[in-house]
T-cell receptor, first 112, second 116 residues
Framework: SQQGEEDPQALSIQEGENATMNCSYK?????LQWYRQNSGRGLVHLIL?????REKHSGRLRVTLDTSKKSSSLLITASRAADTASYFC????????????FGAGTTVTVRA | KAGVTQTPRYLIKTRGQQVTLSCSPI?????VSWYQQTPGQGLQFLFE???????NKGNFPGRFSGRQFSNSRSEMNVSTLELGDSALYLC???????????????FGPGTRLTVL
């Protein structure tokens, strides 16, 4: 079963706009990761955030983590056509369980 | 550095057959994980190998097995193929000891398996 669930399932935005997607998970975690998948580059790692961190940035990406709510968000600012992809959050199940469980993903379409 | 490579890229098999997929990790990476991706179930973790030992395992039947060689290259095998095994099989490698959830995973392009 999937640990994380992304919301919304799909998102369509205009180039230059921001895109926000959320991930909720069920059990305590050690870390949470975000990945992007498109047909051209396959599955690519974006950010890893540890359970004791609240926010991380990487370029135009901002990830927050709220362990009390068991949720994370990914913000893409000033979106580009190349950001069109599916975005997945991936978590472990905490403690000594380090295998990754992926959510179903959010499909983002950036319109020119 | 070359990325993660997987062979073959495409494979067509019939029910009941078995298949072996191969993954070569990024040079220096010792952890290799395998995932199955289908439209219905999404991305699911199969297993992870580190230093030739299976360290983590997902919830798949025993028909799915794997191994890792001393050069960190890995293979996965699926025996007695079923129609539901049709999927994209992805391999990922990472550098550090701490397991897939502790480290950035570098994914290969995948092997598309079709079972007829």
């Amino acid at each position: 079963s999937q640990q994380g669930e992304e919301d919304p399932q799909a998102l369509s935005i205009q180039e230059g706009e921001n895109a926000t997607m959320n991930c909720s998970y069920k059990t305590s975690i050690n870390n949470l990761q975000w990945y992007r998948q498109n047909s051209g580059r396959g599955l690519v790692h974006l950010i890893l955030i540890r359970s004791n961190e609240r926010e991380k940035h990487s370029g135009r990406l901002r990830v927050t983590l709220d362990t009390s709510k068991k949720s994370s968000s990914l913000l893409i600012t000033a979106s580009r056509a190349a950001d069109t992809a599916s975005y997945f959050c991936a978590t472990d199940a905490g403690a000594n369980d380090y295998k990754l469980s992926f959510g179903a993903g959010t499909t983002v379409t950036v319109r020119a | 550095k070359a990325g993660v490579t997987q062979t073959p890229r495409y494979l067509i098999k019939t029910r009941g057959q078995q298949v072996t997929l191969s993954c070569s990790p990024i040079s220096g990476h010792r952890s290799v994980s395998w995932y199955q991706q289908t439209p219905g179930q999404g991305l699911q973790f199969l297993f992870e190998y580190f230093s030739e030992t299976q360290r983590n395992k997902g919830n798949f039947p025993g028909r799915f097995s794997g191994r890792q060689f001393s050069n960190s290259r890995s293979e996965m095998n699926v025996s007695t193929l079923e129609l539901g095994d049709s999927a994209l099989y992805l391999c990922a490698s990472s550098l550090e000891w701490g397991g897939p959830s502790n480290n950035e995973q570098f994914f290969g392009p995948g092997t598309r398996l079709t079972v007829l």
